[in-house]
T-cell receptor
Framework: EAQVTQNPRYLITVTGKKLTVTCSQN?????MSWYRQDPGLGLRQIYY???????DKGDVPEGYKVSRKEKRNFPLILESPSPNQTSLYFC?????????????FGQGTRLTVV | GQNIDQPTEMTATEGAIVQINCTYQTSGFNGLFWYQQHAGEAPTFLSY????GLEEKGRFSSFLSRSKGYSYLLLKELQMKDSASYLC??????????FGKGTSLLVTP
């Protein structure tokens, strides 16, 4: 089954404790991206990747890192989480950017930083 | 990101028709998506428009006017399960998706 898998689904952590949210897709998609969703603000792009070893900042990259060592995986790293990073996070993949290719979203990771 | 405007909330009756509007900045336009999102779940694809006109898919249709920077999503024969947020998203010149804040639709009996 074609899917985007994020882990964990829920996470409560403390300020400053490094964490990684994993994202994996099995559709051989080139383009992957991370979004955060906050009430009243909608989905905002954090980082995206056009292909292996190619990553770039989205609209709200501060406090986050990503890597794309393999095509299928695109982990989101919070080196020193802070309470303002409490949010619902979504990973998404597209066959390639642009065109009429729909984005496939993971099921989301609800992160709470205390 | 570029400004995408859509109403915050709408309410409609089961069986009725509802139109959700979306306006966007016309510069750097590369297409417009509509997604549906139920509370706490992932967005799911509804429609894509890149040329002017109406795209119909069963009970859902989407319209685009590139010169006006305007799109709408039309939902017919509303069902209770259509209660969800509807997200308008513009593909910009960098091929990133810029999302609006979403329209929360409540379908009442």
């Amino acid at each position: 089954e074609a899917q985007v898998t994020q882990n964990p689904r829920y996470l409560i952590t403390v300020t400053g404790k490094k964490l990684t949210v994993t994202c994996s897709q099995n559709m051989n998609h080139e383009y992957m991206s991370w979004y955060r969703q906050d009430p009243g603000l909608g989905l905002r792009q954090i980082y995206y990747s056009m292909n292996v070893e190619v990553t770039d900042k989205g609209d709200v990259p501060e406090g986050y890192k990503v890597s794309r060592k393999e095509k299928r995986n695109f982990p989101l790293i919070l080196e020193s989480p802070s309470p303002n990073q409490t949010s619902l996070y979504f990973c998404a993949s597209n066959p390639f950017p642009g065109g009429n290719t729909e984005a496939f979203f993971g099921q989301g990771t609800r992160l709470t930083v205390v | 990101g570029q400004n995408i405007d859509q109403p915050t909330e709408m309410t409609a009756t089961e069986g009725a028709i509802v139109q959700i509007n979306c306006t966007y900045q016309t510069s750097g336009f590369n297409g417009l998506f509509w997604y549906q999102q139920h509370a706490g779940e992932a967005p799911t694809f509804l429609s894509y428009n890149v040329l002017d006109g109406l795209e119909e898919k069963g009970r859902f249709s989407s319209f685009l006017s590139r010169s006006k920077g305007y799109s709408y999503l039309l939902l017919k024969e509303l069902q209770m399960k259509d209660s969800a947020s509807y997200l308008c998203a513009q593909v910009n010149s960098g091929y990133a998706l810029n999302f609006g804040k979403g329209t929360s639709l409540l379908v009442t009996p």
